[in-house]
């Protein structure tokens, strides 16, 4: 186990979908990212045990990716590290996320046989709901058995937008 870095950066870009804020860690890796100016807000969002000592405002470079995602290149954020901790079946789960194509949203009983665990429908919609770095690793890609939007920590309005974009 690694300790925490000491510094994270913290930036807010504007996109389409509103103020977004990434913070990422001393080796470039998002920590949490969301559709808030709100640092702090943002700074819980981070697992304790990654949970920086200091933060500082700057240039991440992964705001380029998130402005490449909202100029069409919608593979542009897959490249994009993020660390985040969590139980063997949220680690999965997140893995499980990220391999969904844009475009091709899946739902809850879906997402969970993907990740390898196709009775945990409940434990698929608490691992997106507890997911810290939206948008890299895209929880907004999974839907209700129904094909309604379900939750999204960002609003309803924002995974809308997302799936639209995703879409055309």
């Known amino acids: ?22 913070v990422t860690d001393g080796a470039g890796r998002v920590l949490a990212s969301g559709w808030t100016a709100d640092a ?4 819980a969002r981070i697992h304790p045990a990654l949970r920086p000592g200091e933060v500082r405002e700057g240039q991440t470079d992964a705001a ?31 893995q499980a996320l990220r391999a969904i194509t844009p475009g091709r949203p899946l739902s809850y009983s879906e997402f969970a046989i993907e990740m390898g665990h196709p ?17 890299f690793v895209p929880c907004h890609r999974v839907l209700r058995s129904d094909g309604s939007l379900g939750g ?5 309005e924002v995974k809308r937008a ?4 995703e879409a055309a």
């Open 162 to 165: 997302l799936l639209a974009r």
């Open 119 to 135: 009775r945990a429908v409940r434990a698929a919609a608490s691992i997106c709901a507890r997911n810290a770095p939206a948008l």
């Open 152 to 156: 999204f920590a960002w609003g309803l």
């Open 1 to 22: 186990m690694t300790a925490p870095p000491s510094t994270a950066v913290i930036q807010t870009i504007d996109t389409p979908d509103g103020a977004f804020t990434l």
């Open 40 to 43: 702090d807000a943002m700074l």
């Open 64 to 94: 380029a990716a998130v402005a490449a995602y909202y100029g069409g290149d919608l593979v542009a954020i897959d490249g994009v590290e993020v660390a985040q901790r969590g139980t063997a079946l949220q680690q999965a789960g997140w």
